[in-house]
């Protein structure tokens, strides 16, 4: 399994446990439940990128082509400052770092989610279908 899946494995678990927390596995367990806390989900997540000019770069991220980068500003006017401050607090990081690490994650996660190139329905728990992905416990 690579780096990603398993701390991706390690945030899922810890997740589903209640656990929580600062590190990569807690940073990568509040970005799993802020997309499954998304209006929307993952398809809200793709709407929101496209109203602000990025639809592409997310449509990169669900299709199963190569993942566009994106900067952490440009997470930062897409998602608003409530979402980056809610990711912070529940990640353990402090909001300035927030959207970095938001920036870096997005992309990996989000192609994992919608490895079969499209957005989970509306309504999918991201994080039991990010358990089943990631073979978590």
């Not at 494995?9 to 439940?33: H, I, K, R, Y």
């Not at 998602?79 to 401050?85: A, E, W």
């Amino acid at each position: 399994m690579s780096l990603f899946g398993d701390l991706a494995g390690q945030a899922l678990s810890g997740v589903l446990s209640g656990g929580s927390g600062g590190g990569q596995s807690g940073m990568l367990g509040a970005a799993l439940e802020m997309l499954n806390n998304h209006p929307g989900g993952i398809a809200g997540l793709a709407q929101a990128f496209e109203q602000n000019g990025l639809g592409g770069v997310a449509q990169s991220w669900i299709g199963s082509g190569a993942n566009l980068p994106i900067s952490a500003e440009q997470i930062q006017n897409v998602l608003g400052s409530d979402m980056v401050k809610s990711f912070a607090e529940k990640a353990g990081v402090s909001p300035d770092m927030a959207s970095g690490h938001l920036a870096e994650m997005l992309p990996g996660l989000v192609d994992q989610l919608t490895h079969n190139g499209q957005a989970p329905s509306e309504g999918t728990n991201l994080l039991e279908l990010g358990m089943k992905l990631f073979g978590g416990k």
